[in-house]
């Protein structure tokens, strides 16, 4: 029986997944986590062979809460899901140590084999992603500007165009203000932008926040 922790805070959509894997007489749905603090507590606490994240959540955004999965259960396979797109998220997801990424969207279909395709060993990426990747692969356009951020100056871009100050970027960070205005420096730097207004308008253009 594979053991499962679900990690999302709406209900609904905690619900909806449990009534996905009920349909398999293979797993379980052992707990259920509301945000990024009682994940880890939920861990430290519960045996589970897959743990379902998802990317935003209250407080830590699930980049965040996957730095500290990999630190504290690295062998633990963690599904991201997500609705943004795949080719803005899932990449950076598998670069840090997710064993997969799924679009809520696509949920109901590919789910149950995605859970099996971790739980295995394997990585699950839909056919679609696979498709993009073996693209990139071959593809000689360059990357857009956004990849060549690091993970946490990504956390920040994310987190400034959804419109908080750098006090509270700083406090859900975990980090310093000054430090969340290098990365802020950076980012206008390595997307060559001036401004905020700027950082928005690249935002919303690439799909990068609700």
Same mark, same amino acid.
Not at 15 to 41: C, N, P, R, W, Y
Not at 160 to 181: C, L, N, P, Q, Y
């Given at each position: %029986? $594979?053991?499962?922790?679900? *990690?999302? &805070?709406?209900?609904? !959509?905690? +619900?909806? /997944?449990?009534? =996905?894997?009920?349909?398999?007489?293979? %797993? $379980?749905?052992?707990?259920? *986590?509301? &945000?990024?603090?009682? !994940?880890? +507590?939920? /861990?430290?606490? =519960?045996?589970?062979?897959?743990?379902?994240?998802?990317?935003?959540?209250?407080?830590? &955004?699930?980049?965040? !809460?996957?730095?500290?999965?990999?630190?504290?259960?690295?062998?633990?396979?963690?599904?991201?899901?997500?609705?943004?797109?795949? &080719?803005?998220?899932?990449?950076?997801?598998?670069?840090?140590?997710?064993?997969?990424?799924?679009?809520?969207?696509?949920?109901?279909?590919?789910?149950?084999?995605?859970?099996?395709?971790?739980?295995?060993?394997?990585?699950?990426?839909?056919?679609?992603?696979?498709?993009?990747?073996?693209?990139?692969?071959?593809?000689?356009?360059?990357?857009?500007?956004?990849?060549?951020?690091?993970?946490?100056?990504?956390?920040?871009?994310?987190?400034?165009?959804?419109?908080?100050?750098?006090?509270?970027?700083?406090?859900?960070?975990?980090?310093?203000?000054?430090?969340?205005?290098?990365?802020?420096?950076?980012?206008?730097?390595?997307?060559?932008?001036?401004?905020?207004?700027?950082?928005?308008?690249?935002?919303?253009?690439?799909?990068?926040?609700?």
């Amino acid at each position: %029986m $594979i053991k499962i922790i679900i *990690a999302d &805070d709406h209900p609904v !959509v905690r +619900e909806g /997944l449990k009534q =996905i894997i009920s349909q398999s007489k293979e %797993m $379980i749905v052992v707990d259920e *986590a509301f &945000d990024g603090s009682e !994940v880890l +507590e939920k /861990l430290d606490k =519960i045996e589970c062979d897959v743990l379902m994240l998802d990317f935003e959540m209250p407080g830590r &955004d699930g980049f965040d !809460v996957l730095k500290d999965i990999q630190r504290l259960r690295p062998e633990l396979p963690v599904l991201m899901l997500s609705v943004h797109p795949e &080719d803005q998220i899932a990449l950076r997801a598998l670069r840090m140590g997710a064993a997969g990424y799924l679009n809520k969207v696509a949920a109901p279909k590919e789910l149950v084999n995605a859970i099996k395709k971790i739980y295995s060993g394997g990585k699950y990426v839909s056919s679609s992603l696979a498709e993009k990747l073996v693209i990139g692969l071959t593809s000689k356009e360059p990357e857009a500007p956004h990849e060549k951020l690091s993970d946490r100056e990504f956390q920040t871009l994310r987190l400034i165009v959804s419109g908080k100050d750098v006090e509270e970027i700083a406090e859900e960070m975990f980090i310093s203000v000054k430090t969340v205005r290098t990365y802020r420096d950076r980012i206008l730097e390595k997307l060559n932008m001036k401004n905020n207004v700027e950082l928005t308008h690249y935002a919303i253009k690439h799909k990068l926040f609700d």
